[in-house]
């Protein structure tokens, strides 16, 4: 089963504007990862979040971490065409266990 | 990060007929996954390729239907048997280094099942 929500399921906005994703899961997590997808091709890995941090920061990617309501947030600034893609979250429970649970991702439409 | 190919990137196949998938990647790593996308759906995983051992597969994934090796520590075959067009998806390899918790995906085979 997914351990991940994300929402919205789709998301359009214009060249320049801000888009932000959000992600919700179920059980505890060791870390959080989040992915993009352009045209149902490869996972591009943008920035893994472990559990005892809050923020992080990458170029024009934003990911916040709240574990107290088991959600996260990806925010991308100042959007680009290029951006357009299907973004995805996936965690896993740390340990030996390395495997990852993805939720059902959101598509973002960037307009130019 | 490593390099990951997968072939073929795509394929058409007929209905009872199987398919392997291979994964190479340009550096030892410590464990290889097996993951299926559905078209307009998530990633689920399959399986987790144990090198020189069985796979470990997940809920409703059996050996008799994906049967995979790990010969190495750089190479994985998937293989998709006795095919059905409910089979039709994305098939990605992934692989954990060891370094971090950081999780690398192949570009992904695209199957078709007519």
């Known amino acids: 089963s997914q351990q991940g929500e994300e929402d919205p399921q789709a998301l359009s906005i214009q060249e320049g504007e801000n888009a932000t994703m959000n992600c919700s899961y179920k059980?505890?997590?060791?870390?959080l990862q989040w992915y993009r997808q352009n045209s149902g091709r490869g996972l591009v890995h943008l920035i893994l979040?472990?559990?005892?941090?809050r923020e992080k920061h990458s170029g024009r990617l934003r990911v916040t971490l709240d574990t107290s309501k088991k959600s996260s947030s990806l925010l991308i600034t100042a959007s680009r065409a290029a951006d357009t893609a299907s973004y995805f979250c996936?965690?896993?429970?740390?340990?030996?266990?390395?495997?990852?649970?993805f939720g059902k991702g959101t598509l973002l439409t960037v307009n130019p | 990060s490593a390099v990951i190919s997968q072939k073929p990137s795509r394929d058409i196949c007929q209905r009872g007929t199987s398919l392997t998938i291979q994964c190479q990647v340009d550096?030892?790593?410590?464990?290889m996954f097996w993951y299926r996308q559905q078209p307009g759906q998530s990633l689920t995983l399959i399986a987790t390729?144990?090198?020189?051992?069985?796979?470990?597969?997940e809920s409703g994934f059996v050996i008799d239907k994906f049967p995979i090796s790990r010969p190495n520590l750089t190479f994985s075959t998937l293989t998709v048997s006795n095919m059905s067009p409910e089979d039709s998806s994305i098939y990605l390899c992934?692989?954990?280094?060891?370094?971090?918790?950081?999780?690398?995906f192949g570009p992904g085979t695209r199957l078709t099942v007519t």
């Open positions: 992934s692989v954990w280094q060891g370094a971090s918790y950081e999780q690398y």
């Open positions: 059980t505890s997590i060791n870390n």
């Open positions: 979040i472990r559990s005892n941090e």
């Open positions: 996936a965690t896993d429970s740390g340990g030996s266990n390395y495997k990852l649970t």
């Open positions: 550096s030892q790593v410590t464990m």
């Open positions: 390729a144990n090198q020189g051992s069985e796979a470990t597969y």
